[in-house]
C-alpha cells in the first residue's frame, strides 16, 4: 500500500493521492512507476493550494511600492496556479485519467464507427 510522502501536509493534497492512487489501483496500473507521477501531482497540488491561501490573504492585485512609485500589480499566484493545473493535467494524461484518455470513452466512439473510416 503506498502513502502519500511525509512533505505532504495539506488536506486537499492528500485527498488527491487518495484518489489517483484509487483510480490506478482499480485500474491495476498502481506501480512504483505510476507512483512518482501521483507524488509530482500530489506536491502540485499542495503548492496550488499555498497559492490559493496567498491569493485569499493579499487578493489577486497587490500594491507595489518602488520608492516614490506605487502601482497594483497582479500577484504572482495567479500565474503560479493557472501553470500548476495546466501541468497536473498533462499528468494525469500521462496516466490515462482524462476524460479525452478513458479508453472506456475510445473503444464505445471506435466501435459504433462512422462514415470517416471508409474514406
Do not use: A, W
Given at each position: 500500500m503506498y502513502k502519500p510522502k511525509k512533505i505532504i501536509k495539506d488536506p486537499e493534497a492528500k485527498k488527491m493521492f487518495k484518489i489517483v492512487s484509487g483510480e490506478l489501483e482499480k485500474e491495476g496500473k498502481l506501480n512504483d512507476n505510476t507512483i512518482m507521477i501521483v507524488d509530482n501531482m500530489v506536491l502540485l497540488e499542495q503548492l496550488k493550494q499555498?497559492?490559493?491561501a496567498d491569493i485569499k490573504e493579499r487578493g489577486v492585485v497587490e500594491l507595489f511600492i518602488n520608492g516614490s512609485q506605487e502601482m497594483f500589480r497582479e500577484n504572482k499566484s495567479v500565474?503560479?496556479?493557472?501553470?500548476?493545473?495546466e501541468?497536473?493535467?498533462?499528468?494525469q494524461a500521462e496516466l490515462k485519467l482524462t476524460p479525452a484518455s478513458d479508453k472506456k470513452v475510445t473503444g464505445a466512439v471506435n466501435?459504433?464507427?462512422?462514415?470517416?473510416?471508409?474514406f
Open positions: 499555498q497559492h490559493f500565474d503560479k496556479i493557472l501553470k500548476i493545473v501541468q497536473q493535467r498533462k499528468l466501435e459504433n464507427g462512422d462514415d470517416f473510416e471508409e
